[in-house]
């Protein structure tokens, strides 16, 4: 065998295990869609409730809370952005980072200082290859994030926003994640978590024709603005990281596929030049035996003389 097909022999090889691979990790993120889709699902009657909940004890009272109270200028923002801990996802961690980067220099240009929170090693690598200041950061679950795993990114936050600014503290909340769509579409987006516009919840409701409802609040509207804070930032990050897992798994399968794809037409090209360069060897071959008979045959013909 010639030393040019063994080479398109030894690369068939390497480019077909590397498409087993490549299918495999497709399949894997093909059944955990469903899976992150269902959670998706469940969690959002409770953040929905939540959220009118919310707006309907702001809306019914006067209290002064950094849940729904705008601070005349505010000087500080957190942003709390989602990436993934592994790659292999196409651009699904770098659309979530250039989107943060949009809203940090939005903020900047507002005035606002910015305290960064990420979950996710792809964007803690980010911030640390640029030796950027990240306050607080969370990596190994977001493929399958827990309730638990939101509990933890949100105490911090809820700390920042409930102090004053002088002492460290924010007068926003912002999350950037990946919003998913559908098995092709997933977008990249951030939203303000506080403080909540009240106005957009009532639109919101009033387009889907929905009643805010009415409570009675004891012992106050503060104490129950008090209780449901946590309650509001934790179910809002759950949903995002819940999202972001949905995300990650589509662009997964999707890249997979793709480097799946393009492995079948490597391996299509690359046979056809290892049977062209088999071809010539067997051309070869046969022109140096008609080579040798056709000599063998003019010397014995020469002897015969």
Do not use: C
């Amino acid at each position: 065998m010639g030393a040019q097909l063994r080479v398109y022999k030894r690369r068939i090889q390497a480019v077909t295990a590397t498409k087993k691979i490549t299918k495999a990790m497709e399949m894997i993120a093909a059944s955990r869609i469903v899976k992150a889709q269902r959670k998706v699902t469940a969690s959002m009657p409770y953040a929905t409730e939540l959220t009118r909940a919310v707006t309907a004890v702001a809306t019914g009272s006067n209290a002064d809370h950094p849940l729904t109270t705008e601070v005349e200028t505010p000087t500080r923002a957190a942003v709390l952005l989602v990436t993934s801990d592994r790659g292999l996802a196409g651009g699904y961690s770098s659309n979530a980072i250039k989107a943060a980067e949009r809203l940090r220099e939005r903020l900047a240009s507002e005035g606002k200082e910015v305290d960064t929170y990420i979950v996710g090693r792809k964007g803690v690598a980010y911030y640390g290859f640029r030796e950027r200041k990240v306050e607080e950061s969370w990596t190994g679950f977001t493929d399958n994030p827990g309730y638990g795993d939101a509990k933890r990114i949100a105490a911090p936050l809820i700390a920042a926003i409930q102090k004053d600014t002088a002492e460290g503290g924010v007068d926003e909340l912002h999350i950037v994640f990946t919003e998913f769509v559908s098995m092709m579409t997933q977008n990249a987006v951030d939203n303000r978590m506080l403080p909540l516009s009240l106005d957009e919840v009532a639109q919101e409701s009033t387009r889907k024709g929905e009643i805010l409802p009415l409570f009675e609040f004891e012992p106050s509207a503060e104490d129950v603005l008090d209780a449901l804070l946590p309650r509001y930032v934790e179910s809002r990050i759950y949903n995002a990281l819940l999202q972001a897992a949905a995300s990650e798994h589509a662009a997964r399968r999707r890249a997979m596929k793709s480097a799946t794809d393009n492995a079948g037409e490597l391996i299509k090209s690359l046979s056809r030049l290892a049977n062209a360069a088999r071809q010539a060897e067997i051309t070869q071959e046969i022109s140096e035996i008609v080579g040798g008979a056709s000599a063998l045959a003019d010397a014995t013909a020469g002897s015969d003389k």
